[in-house]
């Protein structure tokens, strides 16, 4: 099974974690992504991050698609948050089971590297003197992705949000 939800609630590891989870797994590996109190030695105040949900949501699924086809995973989920996110709340959670660890750490790590990569989601970091929007230094073109000799690359028109 695949989920993916972009949404402004409050992201629970524990949820998205159940729904990668069957007694068919032998490991479920998550991450997700915090917001910090400090950037550079600025102090930030909150996040706010904003998407074009219908192309973020197409994106998610097409990482999916790729992870499935490099991994034997069972089951993925993507959730990434949008609006205010303060600090010490979580941005961002995936959760990727799997019947062995390395394939689901595998999955894991290139699932968040390609999200940043090529799902249209922005932030905006706020900090006690100023803010800043953030490009995600991830987003740049990358060599083509090959599984089992083929090319799993996602589509030619996704290699950034912001790049042609």
């Not at 790729?66 to 010490?88: C, L, M, Q, S």
Request: a negative charge; charged letters at 30%.
């Amino acid at each position: 099974m695949d989920f993916v939800e972009i949404t402004e609630e409050v992201l629970s590891l524990d949820k998205y974690a159940s729904l990668a989870t069957d007694n068919s797994t032998g490991a479920v590996v998550t991450f997700s992504g915090v917001t910090r109190d400090n950037f550079q030695g600025k102090k930030v105040v909150r996040l706010e991050y904003e998407a074009y949900k219908p192309m973020a949501e197409k994106k998610l699924k097409e990482i999916c698609g790729i992870i499935r086809r490099k991994w034997n995973v069972t089951h993925i989920a993507f959730a990434h948050r949008i609006g205010v996110v303060p600090v010490g709340e979580t941005s961002v959670v995936i959760a990727v089971s799997s019947s062995h660890r390395r394939e689901a750490l595998e999955a894991t790590h290139f699932g968040i590297d390609e999200l940043k990569a090529v799902v249209p989601i922005w932030k905006k970091e706020f900090y006690e003197d100023g803010e800043t929007w953030k490009e995600n230094s991830e987003g740049r073109p990358r060599p083509m992705v090959k599984v089992h000799g083929e090319d799993a690359s996602p589509p030619q028109d996704s290699a950034g949000c912001c790049i042609q």
